[in-house]
C-alpha cells in the first residue's frame, strides 16, 4: 500500500500547485511580486521555491544533476509551462515504486554539503509536506491581497477525485 499512498500525495502536491499557479495567473505583476518580508518575498517566489525544490528532490532520487533555483524560474511562464512536465516526471518516477523501494535508503549531498541517507517514503513525504506548506504561505498572500485562493486541503483533494468515482456509483446504491 505505500506505493499508492506515496503515488496519491505527490498527485496531490501536482493538483494543488496546479491550482495555485492559476490562481496566481489572475494576479497583475504587482501583486504576483509583491514582497510580503517572508524567505521567499513574494506569491512567485514562493512558487518559484517549491518548484525548485521540487525538481531538487526528484533529481536526487532518480541519480539527475541537481539544478537549483534560478532567476528564470521567477517566471510565471515558466512555472505554467515546466511544472506541469516535472509533476509528470514525479508521477512516472513513482509508477515504479514497489513497497521494498519505498523503504530503501537514499544517500544523498544538501544544497549546504552536508551528507544524509534517508528512506525513500521520507523523501516523498517531505516533498508533498514541503509544497503543502509554502503553498499555504502563497494563498495567504492571496488573501491578504483581497484574492480567495483556491481550496488547497488534502480532504479537498480526496473530495475532488471521488466525485466521479460517486457519481458513477450513486444510481447503484439506489437499487
Given at each position: ?8 500525495h505527490?498527485?496531490?502536491?501536482a493538483?494543488?500547485?496546479?491550482e495555485?499557479v ?20 513574494s506569491?512567485?517566489g ?6 525548485g525544490?521540487?525538481?531538487i528532490w526528484?533529481?536526487?532520487?532518480t ?10 524560474d521567477?517566471?510565471?511562464?515558466v ?12 508521477k ?34 517531505h ?33 475532488e477525485?471521488a ?7 450513486a ?5
Open positions: 500500500m505505500l506505493p499508492a499512498i506515496l503515488q496519491t505527490l498527485e496531490y502536491s493538483w494543488a500547485s496546479r495555485l492559476a490562481a496566481a495567473s489572475r494576479l497583475s505583476a504587482a501583486d504576483l511580486t509583491r514582497d510580503f518580508g517572508t524567505a521567499d518575498r506569491v512567485l514562493t512558487l518559484a521555491h517549491v518548484f525544490a521540487d525538481r526528484l533529481a536526487r532520487v541519480g539527475g544533476p541537481v539544478r537549483t533555483v534560478s532567476e528564470r521567477r517566471d510565471l511562464a512555472l505554467q509551462d515546466e511544472w506541469p512536465e516535472l509533476h509528470a516526471r514525479w512516472e518516477w513513482a509508477r515504479g515504486l514497489t513497497a521494498e523501494s519505498a523503504v530503501e535508503m537514499l544517500s544523498y549531498t544538501d544544497l549546504s554539503g552536508n551528507p544524509w541517507t534517508q528512506p525513500i517514503f521520507e523523501i516523498v513525504l516533498v508533498v509536506n514541503h509544497g503543502t506548506h509554502h503553498r499555504g504561505q502563497a494563498a495567504g498572500f492571496l488573501r491578504t491581497m483581497g484574492h480567495t485562493p483556491p481550496k488547497l486541503d488534502l480532504i479537498h483533494y480526496y473530495r477525485m466525485k466521479p468515482l460517486r457519481v458513477a456509483v444510481p447503484l446504491a439506489n437499487h
